[in-house]
């Protein structure tokens, strides 16, 4: 008798797991989420292709987007994937110096010939030139424009970086950059604002020109605005390697709320999507501050820094300067902080925030039409089932090899089982309850039956 109460103690427990765990999961219904969108498809596939707005980070509960399901028109859910964007089409950047030759203008607004030298051969042009004598201008001459050989490199020069020589801080210009073949027709390609400022203890530098079009044998450098003795020591070009085309999307944030421990000013996206790039923007001109940018980790729960310095808007006679983007590690996260240490307190700052939307694949299972539904709280306590029993990961590898892939849209949100959705349920679930009673009570049988087990033995 013993011996059968021990066993039935060891099986039932074990028996009720294995059901518990074999037992089928509810089939998510349209109607167990909170919001829905059309999916509007222009043409016939075996699997569709849709790139994820904001919107739908914004509607769901999962900052991973598991609670997100496509139906079809009979109102079943089809098989999807929900694709991360990748960081292969991330381009690196490498900046090489490229030779440079001043021009100097005397009185008569003339450049002087004897000290530059043409040379032409085909299609090709070659030029000489007395560095020494150049880099030494008479009374009468002024330094009006450089010209730069990017002829060293085969790739095109996507943008100049300027280094100049020793000079006082307190100076904004205009930069214009102009491109040829022949040194005798120039197109413009680039202009910039440069600038080398200090405000309230602040360092401004703005040295970059970017270019529209670097595939110019030569480029010219020409300016207006700058001090008399302004001078390049150095130009640096900037070549881009990699496959080019990261998408990314932005969006202006403003503070939506104060943190009462720090000071700081909260920004929210309203979701969590994929982002990897920041621009503190401040609105009001000739403004400088300094501080933090945080961002909340949504795995980790705690607000952790983007990055530190200062910021500014500055404008003189016409020309503008304004902070440039800050990259940040790629991560989920739907709020942000500016904690000002330094500059005006009250002064108006904004957040525009550059982030990269997921995509979805879904495959063209059933009639349409097809709708993406979003935001379930109640599929973290079912271990979102979307994910688990549609989201198969051989759906990728499908695509990769299916030429049948059509991109779709979204249409505008709609209402399914509404926001009450978005809040997790304090339902009971009876069956867990027991399971975990079971496995107590036969725990309990079993120590009980060996400590007597141990008495009678000792008494024995």
Same mark, same amino acid.
């Given at each position: ?53 904001? $919107? ?13 399901? @496509? ?122 604002? @440069? ?201 990728? $590898? ?8 059509? $991109? ?47 008495? $009678?033995?000792?008494?024995?």
């Amino acid at each position: 008798m013993k011996r059968t109460l021990l066993a039935t103690a060891v099986i039932w427990p074990l028996a009720a797991s294995t059901q518990f765990v074999d037992a089928p999961v509810d089939v998510p219904q349209p109607s167990d989420y909170a919001w829905g969108f059309p999916i509007e498809i222009s043409g016939s596939a075996s699997i569709y292709s849709l790139e994820l707005p904001l $919107e739908v980070n914004q509607s769901v509960t999962d900052a991973a987007l598991r609670d997100v399901g @496509v139906f079809n028109g009979d109102g079943r859910p089809v098989s999807r994937l929900i694709e991360q964007a990748s960081d292969d089409g991330k381009q690196q950047e490498h900046v090489s110096p490229l030779p440079a030759l001043p021009l100097l203008e005397s009185a008569d607004r003339r450049t002087d010939p004897n000290r530059l030298t043409l040379q032409r051969q085909g299609d090709s042009t070659q030029f000489t030139f007395d560095l020494e004598e150049l880099l030494a201008p008479g009374d009468n001459e002024r330094l009006v424009a450089y010209i730069v050989d990017t002829r060293q490199r085969e790739e095109p020069v996507s943008a100049i970086d300027l280094v100049w020589g020793q000079v006082s801080p307190g100076f904004m210009g205009r930069v214009n950059i102009d491109g040829g073949n022949d040194l005798q027709e120039w197109r413009n390609t680039g202009s910039a604002v @440069v600038a080398y400022l200090r405000e309230d203890q602040a360092s401004i530098e703005q040295r970059r020109i970017v270019l529209r079009r670097g595939d110019f044998d030569f480029l010219r450098i020409r300016w207006e605005g700058l001090p008399e003795n302004w001078h390049l020591s150095q130009v640096m070009g900037v070549y881009l390697e990699g496959a080019a085309g990261v998408n990314r999307k932005f969006v202006t944030l403003e503070s939506s709320e104060t943190d009462k421990e720090d000071g700081g000013r909260i920004f929210s996206l309203g979701g969590a999507p994929l982002v990897d790039q920041l621009r503190v923007v401040l609105p009001e001109p000739n403004t400088v501050i300094s501080g933090h940018v945080m961002y909340f980790s949504e795995r980790l729960d705690r607000w952790l820094e983007a990055g530190h310095g200062s910021w500014h808007h500055i404008i003189r006679n016409d020309n503008a300067v304004m902070s440039a983007s800050i990259n940040i590690d790629r991560t989920r996260t739907s709020r942000f902080k500016i904690i000002v240490t330094s500059g005006p307190a009250d002064v108006d700052v904004q957040l525009e925030v550059g982030w990269r939307p997921d995509k979805l694949l879904f495959l063209a299972q059933g009639p349409p039409p097809y709708t993406l539904a979003a935001g379930n709280a109640d599929d973290a306590r079912r271990e979102f089932p979307q994910q688990r029993i549609y989201g198969a990961r051989s759906l990728a $590898e499908l695509a990769a090899r299916n030429g049948g892939v059509a $991109e779709v849209s979204l249409g505008e949100r709609y209402e399914l089982g509404g926001p009450e959705r978005l809040v997790t349920s304090l339902q009971i679930n009876w069956q867990t309850v027991l399971l975990w009673l079971g496995l107590v009570l036969g725990v309990v049988f079993v120590g009980f039956m060996a400590m007597k087990t141990i008495r $009678e033995l000792k008494t024995q």
